[in-house]
Nanobody, 124 residues
Framework: QLQAFGGGLVQPGGSLRLSCVAS????????MSWLRQAPGKKPEWVSC????????YYADSVKGRFTVSRDNAKNTAYLQLNSLEPEDAAVYYC???????????????????WGQGTQVTVSS
C-alpha cells in the first residue's frame, strides 16, 4: 500500500528524487515519513511531512540537503536528495502515520503503513 521508487546509482554531489505512492488508505489523513537503512547500520529516520500544514522534520544528517514534499492529489510523497554523499547510500523506505509530533516522528510505533525500499547508491 506504499510503494517507493526512484532510487539508483548517483555520483557524490549528485541528486535523486524518491517517490512514495500510497493506495488503500486516505493519503491526505496521514503524515508521511522517510527512513533509511545502510548495511550493518541501524535504521535512521530521515524526514517527515505533516498532513495538515506541511510542517517538516529532518534528521540533522540531511538538513539542508534533503527536501520532503507531498502531493495529496497524487497520493504521493517525495524526497528530494541533493548533494549526496557516500554516507547517504542506503535502502530508503517510506511510512505513513495518522499523526506524528516532534517527539514521535522518528518512532517506529507511530506508523501504520510501511513501503518496500528503494536502493540509493552513491559512488564514483
Amino acid at each position: 500500500q506504499l510503494q517507493a521508487f526512484g532510487g539508483g546509482l548517483v555520483q557524490p554531489g549528485g541528486s535523486l528524487r524518491l517517490s512514495c505512492v500510497a493506495s488503500g488508505f486516505t493519503f491526505e489523513n496521514y503524515d508521511m515519513s522517510w527512513l533509511r537503512q545502510a548495511p550493518g547500520k541501524k535504521p535512521e529516520w530521515v524526514s517527515c511531512i505533516s498532513k495538515v500544514d506541511g510542517k517538516t522534520y529532518y534528521a540533522d544528517s540531511v538538513k539542508g540537503r534533503f527536501t520532503v514534499s507531498r502531493d495529496n492529489a497524487k497520493n504521493t510523497a517525495y524526497l528530494q536528495l541533493n548533494s549526496l554523499e557516500p554516507e547517504d547510500a542506503a535502502v530508503y523506505y517510506c511510512a505513513a502515520a495518522p499523526r506524528v509530533t516532534l517527539s514521535t516522528w522518528n518512532r517506529d510505533y507511530a506508523y501504520d503503513y510501511w513501503g518496500q525500499g528503494t536502493q540509493v547508491t552513491v559512488s564514483s
